[in-house]
């Protein structure tokens, strides 16, 4: 059981280096402005968090059966044989490690998205009004001509 354990620890820890290589990647393209780059990345990021959920669950099933009772991951070492303990441990922080880089990089790559959603928006926006016809002589949607002094007025001119 506690080899079980270990591998599924050592998988964890591989995934999380992986994931880590996916988010530089990803924001190597982003960079780049690649849309279709950043897209082909992020299917493979979601994928990996998937597996990463699946086997984190797979460790919290492991230790249900191995001990109920126990609070968390973090304990772990404190019911394994002594001989694999130092090396739970070590695995353990390493995960922790990479998880919390992964995060920090998973929130750069965020913010990037976010800054050039509104640059794009910003300048949607600025293309959108130039294109916008200044005055209101101009033809609507049907087809009509539009003026907006369109009501009666007076004529004055010489004869």
């Known amino acids: 059981m506690s080899q079980t354990i270990l591998q599924n620890l050592h998988r964890q820890k591989q995934a999380f280096f992986l994931l880590s290589h996916l ?4 924001f190597q393209h982003l960079s780049k402005s690649d849309p279709q780059a950043v897209a082909s990345v992020e299917f493979s990021i979601q994928e990996l968090l998937r597996q990463i959920a699946v086997e984190r669950q797979e ?3 492991a230790l249900n059966r191995l001990d109920p009772a126990l609070p968390g991951i973090r ?3 404190l019911i394994l044989d002594e001989s694999i303990r130092d090396q739970t441990q070590d ?3 390493e995960i922790d490690r990479q998880e919390q880089t ?3 990089k998973a929130a750069q790559n965020a913010a990037t998205t976010r ?3 509104d640059q794009n ?3 949607l926006e600025y293309l959108t009004n130039e294109l916008q016809p200044k005055n209101g002589h101009t033809y609507s949607q049907r087809g009509r001509w539009l003026h907006p002094g369109d009501t009666g007025a007076l004529l004055r001119g010489r004869l």
């Open 102 to 104: 992964c995060a920090r």
């Open 23 to 26: 988010l530089d990647e990803e």
């Open 59 to 61: 460790l919290k099933s």
């Open 121 to 123: 928006q910003a300048l």
């Open 115 to 117: 800054g050039l959603m």
């Open 91 to 93: 695995i353990l922080r």
């Open 75 to 77: 304990d772990l070492p």
